[in-house]
């Protein structure tokens, strides 16, 4: 029998977060896989953010999670998409180099000395007096440890299908997780299925890169790229260009003659696939009217001739694959690495779980991941780092980190999955966010820097850089109020340029809020900024912030009036003890809905599927007796 704080099941994106954040907070934690060898394992695109996505590293890093140094120290290309459009849809994207990542990511915990790793399949949870107690293993060992972080991914109960041809495997090349679902039905969670994809790999001696399109990664100015993390001293790396090319007539030809080879199209998945990131049978089905689709060219490193066919998700059988691949310009002759695959899990409805990510029937059980139904790397790095930070805060009987949707995307995503019945993976988005105005990738620090300090995972050297940022943001802000540019000719000549006039003398501030004048023109116009800056990126950063708070203001105002009206709803607690089935003034089915998610307030309870403006009504006027009374 072995004893720990914390046990930690699964190896991909969720577990390490989990994992490293306990153990950074003081729990001795036992990590648990099916195969050491595929830690921070990319078993899809190897590539981290994106749209949303993006956002959601930057806040991990804030908080002091690890996604965003693996992202900045491995990448082989640094793209920011969106780059011509307001700075809330702007999302930084890397590709990394898919075995270097791994290698981070084993190095970093065989370097927390609070973990120690385990490679074993868990079959069993064990719980006494609705507790959890630890797990138990396929050879009959056992460990105990209060609190068990589940991040299980595809594995639980994992099927592959290639054609009509499937196998139990979680993942190509590794066996699923077998037990551990049944163990979790008999413990009174609800599971359900669910289906996602992955392109086929090939070889890239095989492609012919005259007939493709480059995608470039983005100009380095100053050699300076873009990062995701905050810290300073990131590396400096060679970048590889990726392609593009696009599927055909002749490829849409070959599925559709070919759909009655799908397990998708003849019933033998029954789990939803995710809706924004569809197999390519899917986009040719219910696209119809696209004559083609864009397929991505992307490298998964280095140092090997192994591609990525980016778009090209499908289940279809291996030759078919062959016919596919070969139908798209410059890949007419490419050899396959690895088939394309669908895979079927189980995961658990996020409905078990409160805002902790704690299931609400097993205390000390936490589960973060695709075992909660979302898809991504990054929503699962995101529900580790808080299932990770929350377990310690259970240990040590202090209160939960709960993020909301007014502070961050991380806390929108698990809003979300808490309050919502998914029935199809899920996926962050930028429209998911209501607040996305003011929950931009690029202030991310600013919204939740001092709470990672606050929760002990953030250093000192960290907080002191960005109050030191804060501080140099404000002092630019009042350097271009105070700052005058005058209407000489010379000034009036350089703003013609950019179709801007100068009639009278403006400040510094007053031209900056032009859409057409950036610090650039500034700098023509001989401007110049103030205060004392720690390096170029810390300078870079802080320009940024003030140009974005000039230029946004009202927008920014009005969003964060929006946010207060709000709050005043998410301040109205439901007590915990309300029985929802004796208020007769509401449906039976909103009724069901209300004691199923047990939301904590209004806001909460407002944001629930089916629930009304008048049920709230109800419950506000229930709430406001109650209160009266006692």
């Known amino acids: 029998m072995f004893k720990f704080d914390t ?61 965003a140094d693996a992202a900045d120290n491995t990448y082989v290309q640094l793209k920011m998409l969106n780059s011509s459009r307001g700075p809330a849809v702007r999302a930084l994207r890397a590709q990394s180099d898919k075995k270097e990542y791994m290698r981070y990511f084993r190095n970093l915990l065989e370097s927390e000395e609070n973990i120690s790793l385990k490679q074993t399949q868990i079959t069993e949870i064990i719980v006494e007096n609705n507790s959890i107690k630890g797990v138990k293993d396929e050879l009959g060992l056992e460990y105990l440890a209060p609190t068990v972080i589940l991040t299980t991914g595809t594995s639980l109960e994992g099927k592959i299908y290639i054609g009509l041809k499937s196998f139990s495997a979680g993942r190509l090349g590794e066996r699923a997780a077998i037990g551990l679902s049944k163990s979790l039905e008999e ?61 055909t007539q002749k490829t849409h030809e070959i599925i559709r003659s070919n759909l009655d080879k799908s397990p998708l199209y003849q019933g033998l998945i029954h789990g939803r696939g995710p809706r924004y990131c569809p197999s390519i049978e899917d986009k040719v089905v219910r696209f119809a009217q696209n004559p083609s689709h864009h397929i ?112 961050s995307y991380i806390g929108t995503l698990i809003d979300d999955l808490v309050t919502k019945d998914l029935d199809e993976p899920y996926r ?115 320009l ?24 005043k709803m998410e301040r109205i607690n439901i007590p915990e003890d309300i029985d929802y089935f004796a208020i007769k003034q509401i449906s039976t089915e909103t009724k069901e809905k209300l004691d199923k998610v047990r939301p904590k307030t209004l806001a909460q309870a407002l944001r629930i599927g089916g629930v009304k403006p008048a049920d709230i009504s109800c419950l506000m006027v229930l709430i406001e007796s109650r209160r009266l009374k006692s």
């Open 7 to 67: 046990i930690v099941v699964g190896a991909g994106h969720a577990g390490i977060e989990a994992a490293v954040s306990a153990a950074r907070l003081g729990a001795k934690v036992l990590f648990c896989t099916l195969n050491l060898d595929n830690i921070g394992l990319m078993p899809c695109n190897p590539a981290i953010g994106g749209p949303a996505k993006s956002n959601l590293v930057r806040e991990i890093d804030a908080l002091g999670g690890v996604m």
């Open 187 to 247: 413990h009174g969670l609800k599971i359900k299925k669910l289906k996602t994809g992955t392109p086929a790999r090939v070889d890239g001696r095989t492609i012919d890169y005259s007939k493709l399109i480059i995608q470039p990664p983005d100009k380095v100015i100053n050699n300076m790229p873009n990062f995701f993390s905050f810290k300073p001293n990131r590396p400096i790396r060679e970048q590889l260009p990726c392609y593009l090319t696009k599927t």
């Open 296 to 407: 991505f060219i992307e490298p998964e490193g280095k140092n090997t001739y192994e591609v990525y066919v980016q778009g090209f998700s499908t289940s279809l059988p291996i030759e078919v694959q062959f016919d596919m691949l070969h139908s798209l310009p410059g890949l007419e002759n490419v050899s396959v690495i690895k088939p394309a695959y669908a895979v079927e899990y189980d995961s658990v409805s996020a409905l078990e779980l409160d805002y902790s990510l704690m299931t609400k029937k097993i205390k000390g059980l936490f589960l973060a991941g695709q075992i909660n139904g979302t898809s991504g790397y990054e929503e699962a790095a995101a529900q580790g780092l808080v299932a990770g930070i929350n377990a310690v805060n259970y240990l040590q009987n202090k209160n939960h980190l709960e993020l909301t949707r007014a502070n």
């Open 428 to 542: 962050m988005l930028t429209s998911r966010s209501e607040y996305r105005l003011v929950l931009r990738q690029d202030n991310a620090d600013e919204r939740l820097m001092e709470m990672g300090y606050s929760c002990g995972l953030l250093g000192e050297d960290m907080i002191l850089r960005f109050r030191k940022k804060q501080e140099q943001i404000e002092l630019e802000l009042n350097n271009l109020k105070n700052t005058k540019i005058s209407p000489t000719q010379e000034n009036k000549e350089i703003l013609a340029k950019y179709n801007e006039g100068l009639d009278i003398g403006k400040s510094a501030y007053e031209l900056l809020k032009r859409p057409n004048i950036d610090y650039n023109v500034l700098f023509e116009l001989n401007y110049q900024t103030c205060g004392e800056y720690i390096d170029e990126y810390f300078k870079r950063e802080v």
């Open 544 to 567: 940024e912030q003030a140009e974005i708070k000039i230029k946004y203001d009202g927008y920014i105002k009005r969003q964060a009036s929006q946010i207060e009206s709000a709050d």
